[in-house]
């Protein structure tokens, strides 16, 4: 087996509705708004979960030894670049809008979706306040829309 390069294979989908996040349809894929297409290069930030330590050592151990917490994500957001005419995704990644977004990597991201394929997951958000990033020479413009988690996410999912 080879290494994948990342270069122009991770897509990122939003989507106002799936029935079962553990098992959504290609169908469900495919009728989203492909994010990707107008994020930075460094448009994903935060979708790495974390896992909180619990301590299990007691008052006689001399080893600090811990088992798996909660998890969660922090700092999650999307950074995208402001389109010309009529802007989907500043249209519709409004503050207090609930929905999906969906992570697929290491398939080109112009492929549709289809059964059988693996994501990196789908994630049940509401959207924050859109911030415009502060203007530099030589960039365009650019904002970040945060991403709260309304409940946990569901990874390693297969498309139906």
Known sequence: MGDIPGDGKFRLDWLPAVANIYNPLASELNSGLRVSQWMTADGAVGLRPETADVPTSGIEDNFDTATNGRRSFSGTLLR???????DAAYLTLLPDVEGFIAVR??????????????LQGI???????????????NVVERYEVPLKMRMPPALRVTVA
Not at 105 to 118: D, E
């Open 80 to 86: 995208i670049k402001k389109q010309t005419g009529s």
């Open 105 to 118: 990597r290491s398939i080109t991201a112009a492929t549709a979706y289809a059964p059988g394929q693996h």
């Open 123 to 137: 994630y049940p958000v509401i959207c924050g306040e859109t911030a415009w990033l502060d203007p530099e020479p």
